[in-house]
C-alpha cells in the first residue's frame, strides 16, 4: 500500500499560470518532505524542501504547503514556464536514517 | 562538478549474463543508495548503505548485490540478469540533509 500518493499522473497547464501539483501521505510520523524534478534522461534533481514544524517554504518561484491535518503537500509552479516541464516527484522522510519515501511522480507539461 | 558519478550509461545484456553498475561520489556523504526506475512504478529501492560498511535491503533486493568499497564508492551487482530487470537505475547519496544527490542513471536492458 502507497504511503506516498501522487494522485495526478499528469497534468497540463499554459505558459504563465499557476501549476498546483499534490502530494497526500498516510503516516502522521513523516517529519520531513521534499520535491524533486526530472527531466527525461537525467536523475532527479532537489527543488525544495519543508519541515513539519512549518506550513509554508517559499524559493523564488516554486513554494511547499504542507497541511499536516490533512497529511496532504502541494508544490505551487508561478508563473510556470515550458522549462518547467518535467516530472516531478513528492518524497518524505520518517526519522534519522534519512531513507526517503517516494510518490509515483506527475508529469507537468507546460504549454507555450 | 561535483556529484554522483554511475558508470555506465547504457547496457544491453544477454539472459544470464552478469554485470556491475559502478557508482561514486565526492560529496563526502554517509548514505548511498540504489533505485530503480520503471514505467508507471516511480522510483523504488534496490538497496542502500547509511555508511560506509553496512548494507541494507530495500523494497526490490531480489536478483541484486550491493558492495559499499568505501565511502566514495557503491556498486549494484547483477549476477544472473533477467528480463524483469530491465530498467533505468539511479543511484544516488545523501549527507546531514535529506537531499538525495542522483547520478545521471544507467539504462540496462536485458534481453
Known amino acids: 500500500d502507497q504511503q506516498v500518493k501522487q494522485n495526478s499522473p499528469s497534468l497540463s497547464v499554459q505558459e504563465g499560470r499557476i501549476s498546483i501539483l499534490n502530494c497526500d501521505y498516510t503516516?502522521?510520523?513523516?517529519?520531513?518532505f521534499l520535491w524533486y524534478k526530472k527531466y527525461p534522461a537525467e536523475g532527479p534533481t532537489f527543488l525544495i524542501s519543508?519541515?513539519?514544524i512549518k506550513d509554508k517554504n517559499e524559493d523564488g518561484r516554486f513554494t511547499v504547503f504542507l497541511n499536516k491535518s490533512a497529511k496532504h503537500l502541494s508544490l505551487h509552479i508561478v508563473p510556470s514556464q515550458p522549462g518547467d516541464s518535467a516530472v516531478y516527484f513528492c518524497?518524505?522522510?520518517?526519522?534519522?536514517?534519512?531513507?526517503?519515501?517516494w510518490g509515483l511522480g506527475t508529469s507537468l507539461a507546460v504549454n507555450p | 562538478n561535483a556529484g554522483v558519478t554511475q558508470t555506465p550509461k547504457f547496457q544491453v545484456l544477454k539472459t544470464g549474463q552478469s554485470m556491475t553498475l559502478q557508482c561514486a561520489q565526492d560529496?563526502?556523504?554517509?548514505?548511498m543508495y540504489w533505485y530503480r526506475q520503471d514505467p508507471g512504478m516511480g522510483l523504488r529501492l534496490i538497496y542502500y548503505?547509511?555508511?560506509?560498511?553496512?548494507?541494507d535491503k530495500g523494497e526490490v533486493p531480489n536478483g541484486y548485490n550491493v558492495s559499499r568499497l568505501n565511502k566514495r564508492e557503491f556498486s549494484l551487482r547483477l549476477e544472473s540478469a533477467a528480463p524483469s530487470q530491465t530498467s533505468v537505475y539511479f543511484c544516488a547519496s545523501s549527507g546531514l540533509n535529506y537531499g538525495y544527490t542522483f547520478g545521471s542513471g544507467t539504462r540496462l536492458t536485458v534481453v
Open positions: 518524497a518524505v522522510s520518517a526519522g534519522n536514517n534519512r531513507k526517503l519515501i
Open positions: 503516516n502522521s510520523m513523516f517529519d520531513y
Open positions: 548503505s547509511a555508511s560506509e560498511g553496512t548494507t
Open positions: 519543508i519541515s513539519s
Open positions: 560529496m563526502n556523504h554517509n548514505s
